[in-house]
């Protein structure tokens, strides 16, 4: 099952001012979220164009940018191809991921440091957004953990989680398509995650951030069936 695009349509991006090359980037990312664009196969850049509405020129930059991120491959005289994410990938990013986060929120509650307004106002919009508009909830959960990385105060710890984004993304629009990640469930831990910040539980918010990036190796079961 694949969610809904949401807002990101070309018609809506255009009337907003959203740049040509702007509205190819969002588009591509978008279907290979919902898998329009299966791993192992290569994106046309022609037809690409056809179906964001834009020229090739902006798609070929849009296919540069996924590629830096991480989304594709890209082959002389093939053109981009769809990376794929295997079960030995998801077991180390969970690796890498639990790492960071955890080491960013027990920063936090040592710290005593502040926790942004932020969270609770993605926690309202992530409420607001309808469960089937996959990414849109992607987005929203996207922005809730890069806040609490960013909230402990390291740079390179941000660079490092920034640089997980791609796949990231591609695990959670996974988890939401398999039924593994459920968003009301998502929703109240996240609720539950900014309270034990807020009174500086480390030992809460651990617990907390352990079970609720337990959904990773779930989705990896899930996969290999």
Partial sequence: MNGQQGSGGAET???????????????????LLNGDFPAGGFIEEVA???????????????LNRL????????????????????????????????MVETHAVRKICRERRVVPAELTVLCERHEATSPDDFLDCVEINRLFHQAIVAAA????????FDGLQAPLARVAML?????????????????????????????????????????MPRLVSALQR
């Fill in 175 to 215: 988890s939401l398509q398999q039924g593994v990640g459920k968003t009301d469930i998502i929703e109240d831990e996240h609720r539950q995650m900014i309270a034990a910040l807020s009174a500086h539980d480390e030992a809460a918010i651990v617990d907390l951030v352990k079970r609720h990036l337990d959904l």
């Fill in 67 to 98: 590629a830096a991120e991480g989304y594709l491959e890209l082959h002389p005289r093939r053109g981009a191809m769809v990376r794929g994410l295997n079960a030995a990938e998801l077991r180390d990013l969970y690796e890498v991921r639990l």
């Fill in 48 to 62: 690409a164009a056809e179906a964001i509405g834009v020229s090739r020129s902006p798609v070929r930059e849009a």
């Fill in 153 to 160: 105060g390291n740079t390179v710890l941000v660079q490092v």
């Fill in 13 to 31: 991006d255009a009337a907003k001012g959203i740049s040509a090359r702007e509205r190819a980037y969002r588009g591509i990312r978008a279907k």
